[in-house]
Every structure is written in C-alpha cells, then in structure tokens.
C-alpha cells in the first residue's frame, strides 16, 4: 500500500530511524544512572526514553532528583555516550542508499532529533550523510518531541507547507510530533518503539525496513519532485 499523499520534504529523526544506535543509547542510559545512585530499570524501559531530549529522559527515569543530579546525569551521558570505546556511528544496512536516492528524486531531506547538536554533527561526519540534508533540527536548539517546533522550524526555513511534509521515526514522540505540527508521520518498527505503540499514534503506515519507505513514497513508479 503506497502513501496517497505527495510530499515534498522527508524529515527523518536520527537515532533508531537512520543510526543503528539503539542500544548504545541503552547502555549509555544505564551507566549514567548507575553512576549517579540510581538503580538502573529494565532496558525497555529505558528505551521508552528515547527521542526525548536528556533532560526530559531524567525527569522520566529519575522522578523526584534534584537538578544537580540531573546535571550529573547528563554531563555522564555524553561523555560515555561519545567515548571513543563505542566506534563511529553506524547507519543501519542500505540507509546511505536510500538517502541518496530520495535525494536524486529531488525530496528535501532534514534531520529533527533529540540529540544534541554537538553529538548529531558529529554523527553526521561519522556516517558522511550530513550533505543530504538542507536542514538539521535539535533538542539543543529547539523543545524536546513531540513538542512540534523542531519540524516547524525546518518546514519554515524551507517553505514547504505541514501537508507537503512527512515525518519518519521510531518512537511515538516522532509520531506526536508530527501530528502537532500538523504533518504526516510514518513509523519504523525495528526502532525504539514497538509497532503497536507506534500506530497507536495514527501514522500513515508502519514499515519493518528503511527501504520500504521507496514504495510508500511511489519511488517504485518512478515519480519525480522537483525542488
């Protein structure tokens, strides 16, 4: 079943959706509670933290802390996190493809994720992606999903209207995001969020794989946008 819609502009969240990078968030998440004395849940619970900003993930994990143990917490994060004992940023088998495809068909591509700007650049060298996208949005620089101003933010810079925009990503903060922001939403289910979470947000389609997305999308046809 193809997307009826046509769209001009894919926003992508980064994490689960594009990067392999699940469960280094995971252990991340678990050594930096463990650092700070706070017993560390079970991983799924863990991984219902993702996409959110760090603060937002504390305040899930770490119910009643003080903001000095916040701040111990996500100082530790992003240290462990990008310690060079993890290795570069992998993107999930047959991303890089896709992308560039999409890119050929003339779509507007943009990243909006609940990384740090430091830590998504940083990705974006890694993987040698960063040139495909006009845009990159964080939760740096923007409120954390699903508060919708980070896909506002890109659609406005690239004038390009919520009925002309899809969201693609793992968690159901992707899915709500979008929907406040007023666009579509396409979930992945081999992410943090299981399927039946994820539709139960309303996307579109739910896809198992990346490439998947091309037929949603009627790449399979040969259709064509131009910028």
Same mark, same amino acid.
């Given at each position: 079943?193809?997307? #009826?819609k046509? @769209?001009?502009?894919?926003v992508f969240?980064?994490d689960?959706t ?5 469960? *280094? ?6 050594f930096?509670? /463990? ?8 991983d799924?619970k863990l991984?219902d933290?993702? =996409? +959110? =900003?760090?603060?937002?993930?504390? /305040? ?5 802390? =003080?903001?000095?143990?916040?701040s111990?917490?996500i100082?530790?994060y *992003?240290?462990?996190? +990008? ?6 940023t ?6 890089? /493809?896709i992308?560039?495809?999409l ?5 507007w ?5 609940g990384?740090?700007?430091?830590? %998504?650049? *940083?990705?974006?060298?890694?993987t040698?992606?960063?040139?495909l ?13 699903p508060?919708?101003?980070? %896909? ?9 209207a919520?009925?002309?925009? %899809?969201m693609?990503g ?8 979008a ?12 992410? #943090?969020h299981?399927?039946? *979470?994820?539709?139960?947000c ?5 896809i198992?794989? %990346?490439? /998947?997305?091309l ?9 064509? @946008?131009?910028?």
């Amino acid at each position: 079943m193809s997307v #009826a819609k046509s @769209y001009r502009l894919i926003v992508f969240d980064w994490d689960g959706t594009l990067a392999d990078s699940t469960a *280094r968030i995971v252990e991340s998440l678990r050594f930096s509670l /463990e650092a700070v004395g706070v017993e560390a849940p079970h991983d799924e619970k863990l991984k219902d933290v993702i =996409g +959110l =900003g760090l603060m937002e993930g504390a /305040e899930v994990l770490m119910p009643g802390a =003080g903001e000095r143990q916040h701040s111990r917490f996500i100082e530790t994060y *992003r240290g462990y996190y +990008l310690s060079a004992q993890h290795g570069p940023t992998q993107l999930f088998p047959g991303t890089l /493809e896709i992308l560039n495809t999409l890119d050929g068909m003339g779509y507007w591509l943009a990243v909006a994720t609940g990384k740090g700007r430091r830590g %998504l650049d *940083r990705s974006l060298a890694e993987t040698g992606c960063g040139h495909l996208f006009s845009l990159t949005r964080c939760v740096d620089e923007c409120p954390s999903k699903p508060h919708p101003q980070m %896909l506002i933010d890109i659609m406005d810079g690239l004038a390009i209207a919520p009925e002309e925009t %899809l969201m693609v990503g793992d968690s159901e903060f992707d899915m709500l995001m979008a929907r406040n922001a007023g666009a579509d939403a396409l979930a992945v289910s081999y992410g #943090a969020h299981d399927r039946e *979470r994820l539709l139960s947000c309303g996307p579109v389609a739910c896809i198992e794989s %990346l490439p /998947e997305l091309l037929i949603h999308l009627g790449a399979a046809a040969g259709e064509k @946008y131009d910028r």
